[in-house]
């Protein structure tokens, strides 16, 4: 890996590895989203994710990442949390849910981070029209990409969709650059304007994860250092995929076999139309 100012321009080889570790997290997120029903808490998704990663001898990313150390293994954000949600062991899913569930294990040295939302029950409408959004939020990011293009190109094409749909986009968080490091350079805001920020280069590789509030833009952060919600209380939703950057577009790490990252549905809603 060429690395400048802790950019990450991966080689073809550091790529295939990539898409190895982004191939067995979008695994590991399908199988949890099937899990995803009335009753089930988030400490027993928490619990699922281990014992998936034991089977493997792989680790999850976020456990004890950070300071304070991040707790469980896997973050699950419901309904007004926006990202970081701590998986708790008393916190049952209810029908009318949303929940947000973002994984990051590491697969021979290299980090796969996806994150989908999913419906608990049927959704109301507001919530399905939130979560549509986001995935097509995503999509029109994922569009931007390509070498020569800049990365204030995605936050344009993100926040002019997202706002036209009269929702917001989160500013608090915002996407990174990923490879042997969980969180590294460039900087990805899901807001901004085209034509600014870095020039995309082939081999460059970050996420894109929109947070998208049905409300407004503005988060807090509970007293566990960690929970992100809306300050308004508004449903929160949000997708990400690890990306990689190619002269002519963009090539999509975090997929299952025969994923098509462009179809109209993401994960979190096929996933309901199976079970
Ligand atoms: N996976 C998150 C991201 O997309 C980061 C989670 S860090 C944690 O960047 F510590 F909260 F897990
Ligand atoms: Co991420
Ligand atoms: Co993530």
């Not at 990051?104 to 029950?121: E, K, L, S």
């Not at 988060?219 to 809306?230: N, P, R």
């Not at 939703?237 to 990689?244: L, N």
Request: hydrophobic share 35%; glycine share 10%; proline share 5%.
């Amino acid at each position: 890996m060429r690395q400048r100012r802790n950019l990450e321009i991966l080689s073809d080889s550091e790529i295939e590895k990539m898409r190895n570790a982004g191939r067995e997290a979008a695994g590991l997120l399908a199988e949890l989203g099937r899990r995803v029903e009335p009753g089930v808490t988030t400490g027993e998704l928490d619990d699922y994710a281990v014992e998936w990663a034991e089977e493997r001898g792989v680790e999850h990313a976020p456990h004890e990442y950070g300071d304070p150390p991040f707790p469980r293994s896997i973050c699950t954000s419901v309904n007004e949390v926006v990202c970081h949600g701590i998986p708790k062991d008393d916190q049952t899913l209810e029908a009318g849910d949303l929940v947000s569930i973002d994984v990051t294990p590491i697969i021979d040295g290299f980090h796969g981070d996806t994150c989908a939302t999913f419906f608990v029950g049927e959704p109301s409408d507001e919530a399905r029209r939130l979560v549509e959004v986001t995935a097509e939020a995503l999509r029109r990011g994922m569009k931007q990409v390509r070498a020569g293009k800049r990365i204030g190109d995605i936050g344009a094409a993100i926040q002019n969709y997202v706002e036209a749909e009269d929702m917001s986009v989160v500013r608090d968080f915002i996407g990174h650059g990923i490879g042997r490091k969980f969180h590294a350079a460039p900087q990805v805001p899901h807001f901004g304007k085209f034509n600014t920020g870095m020039r995309m280069r082939p081999g460059m590789c970050f996420t894109i994860e929109p947070m998208v509030n049905a409300g407004n833009y503005p988060t807090h952060v509970l007293s566990d250092e960690w929970t992100a919600v809306t300050q308004d209380n508004s449903l929160s939703a949000q997708f990400e995929h690890t990306i990689v950057v190619t002269r002519d577009g963009v090539d999509v790490m975090t997929l299952t076999d025969g994923q098509d990252p462009f179809s109209e549905s993401p994960a979190g809603v096929i996933s309901l139309d199976d079970s």
